[in-house]
């Protein structure tokens, strides 16, 4: 019965429901600071049949908490660029906050829908879009100095990572571009100190000079991988999302949308370790409830 009842459920409104709910509980970012928001999509792959694709969905995730604040599904017939507007539109005010993005929706049309909201945004510029960027890589890199620079190390192997920026005064095609990005990930193998591999690629952002320092660009392009880590990651290993075989009606968007909000609640609390989190809340029946504020 339970089966049946989420597979009938209006999956968009639901979503919006869950958006709002986990949405009002996210902290506004500290004075002096810009909230940014990630955007990024997902495919439930054991949502495909003999005779249907499998379904995607696309959402936007608060880039410092990892909540999703917004989700909807992109049908067959369509693709996550003519999901852009619909998906932002379930969020409020948008004024000053940052928009991040992947290559696929470096599109005209979504920086002047964003400029109508009063949002910035950070778009990755890949092959998708070769001209500009063509442009892009002639621009005088080698005459750049860093404006930031950073390194870590983790699953066996250290990063280092640096960001050049130029302004944009002519040469870029791009509706509102007004500064040009470069990042640089050179990674190694820590059991291969001499062997490198390096990875470069190009951004534009409508963020000026005065309005974002190199550090916090930086720091926002970075974060926009949140979504991946925070959300997709764990719904794939921690919820096993990929083997679900939910396929009938709107069940898989339902079943994504209820993970989402289990997630967001969870962050909401301060919880890094989602997996053993929901063991912890497994074990009394009262746990949840509290968690969701029903006494």
């Not at 597979?7 to 979503?15: E, G, S, T, V, Y």
């Not at 778009?123 to 620079?149: E, F």
Request: proline residues 4%.
């Amino acid at each position: 019965m339970i089966r049946r009842l989420l597979q009938a459920l209006d999956a968009d409104r639901l979503a919006v429901v869950i958006g709002a709910w986990l949405g009002a509980q996210v902290p506004a970012p500290p004075a002096g600071t810009r909230r940014a928001i990630a955007v990024d999509g997902k495919t439930l792959r054991g949502s495909r049949s003999s005779d249907t694709l499998a379904r995607h969905v696309f959402a936007a995730a608060d880039q410092a908490t990892g909540v999703v604040l917004a989700s909807t599904d992109v049908e067959g017939k369509t693709n996550e660029i003519t999901r852009f507007q619909p998906l932002l539109d379930q969020l409020g005010d948008l004024r000053d906050t940052v928009v991040t993005a992947d290559a696929l929706h470096c599109q005209r049309e979504h920086v002047a829908y964003l400029a109508e909201r009063g949002a910035h945004w950070i778009l990755t510029v890949k092959g998708n879009q070769p001209s500009l960027h063509a442009q892009l890589a002639c621009l005088p890199w080698r005459a750049v100095p860093d404006g930031a620079r950073d390194s870590d190390r983790g699953h066996g192997r250290r990063e280092i990572r640096t960001l050049k920026i130029l302004s944009i005064s002519t040469g870029i095609d791009f509706l509102n571009a007004a500064q040009a990005l470069q990042i640089r990930r050179r990674r190694r193998r820590l059991d291969q100190p001499k062997r490198f591999t390096t990875e470069t690629v190009y951004a534009i952002t409508d963020l000026l000079v005065h309005q974002a320092k190199p550090a916090q660009l930086a720091t926002w392009l970075r974060g926009h991988w949140s979504i991946e880590n925070k959300v997709h990651w764990v719904r794939d290993v921690t919820y096993d999302e990929d083997r679900s075989q939910i396929r009938t009606g709107t069940g898989p968007q339902v079943m994504a949308a209820l993970r989402n909000a289990a997630i967001g609640a969870l962050r909401l609390t301060g919880v890094t370790n989602i997996a053993a989190a929901n063991r912890h809340h497994a074990r009394d029946s009262n746990r949840p409830l509290a968690l969701l504020g029903i006494t």
